[in-house]
């Protein structure tokens, strides 16, 4: 079933889906194209069907809908945590076209909370790595380079600090993850799922800028495409499958 045979189900006991809520759905699903569009597609609808069948409005959705929409899936219908995870996120970036396009003034309440409270998570994880895995103290080399000098006395060898092992940050690319990035990160780990070259090329712009302001180098930041989609299946035939009609289309 597609979004527009989703929308013309009679209203009654269900809300109608107006002509902005079908604009606002078709704006955010031209963001993606094939297989990645009929999979977001189909999370996104899980959420208007809910919906629907509740007389509420998308657009009209608060925080406590949002709530309800995640317990329904995690109590009622039982998804994994994988899957719960996903949809929501379909749904969050759906609400964040909205506000970009203008057909709502701000996302609901729970979203943004949600991702407050995981900035601060995420420097909190950083923190406890730095912490939990202090440098090695090590000894420099013979010679006069590492060596400090006491008075009256022979040069000793000075400690020295070896590099830490390097933390890397996950962002989909948005201002506020760059930012974590800059302030925190060794290294950027940009979602393969969820970028094109064009979008990947502007958030490492912005992450130049977070860079600046941070008066760290921005010429050679690492940086990686990275995927939670790495096994497939233990099937060879529905692996080619997969790899030709979904992963292909992505990467070209």
Known sequence: MTFTELASVPSDPMAPFTDQLRLAVAAYLARFKGSSRDHTESDLRCYLTWCAERGLDP?????????????????????????????????????????LDGVLPHSP???QG??????????????????????????????????????????????VAKPRDPVWIGSWGS?????????????????????????FTA?????????????RPSGDFPNALVTMWAWITGSRSEADRVLSDIIAPLVR
């Not at 506020?176 to 990035?181: E, S």
């Not at 958030?203 to 008066?215: D, H, N, P, T, Y």
Request: proline content about 5%; hydrophobic content about 40%; overall charge positive.
């Open 109 to 111: 309440g729970f979203v």
């Open 203 to 215: 958030a490492m712009e912005v992450l130049g800028g977070e860079l600046e302001s941070q008066q």
């Open 175 to 199: 201002r506020a993850g760059m930012r974590r990035v800059a302030r925190a990160g060794d290294g950027w780990l940009a979602s393969a799922y969820n970028t094109t070259p064009e979008a």
């Open 59 to 99: 657009l009209a959705a608060k925080r406590p809908h949002l709530e309800l929409y995640i317990r329904w899936m995690q109590e009622i219908r039982r998804f994994k945590p994988s899957t719960v995870s996903r949809r929501f996120s379909v749904t969050a970036g759906f609400y964040r076209t909205c506000v």
């Open 114 to 159: 949600r991702l407050r409270r995981g900035g601060r998570a995420v420097r909190a994880a950083v923190a406890a790595l730095r912490r939990d895995a202090p440098a090695d103290q090590g000894h420099a080399p013979a010679g006069n380079c590492g060596q400090r000098w006491r008075a009256g006395r022979e040069p000793a060898p000075a400690a």
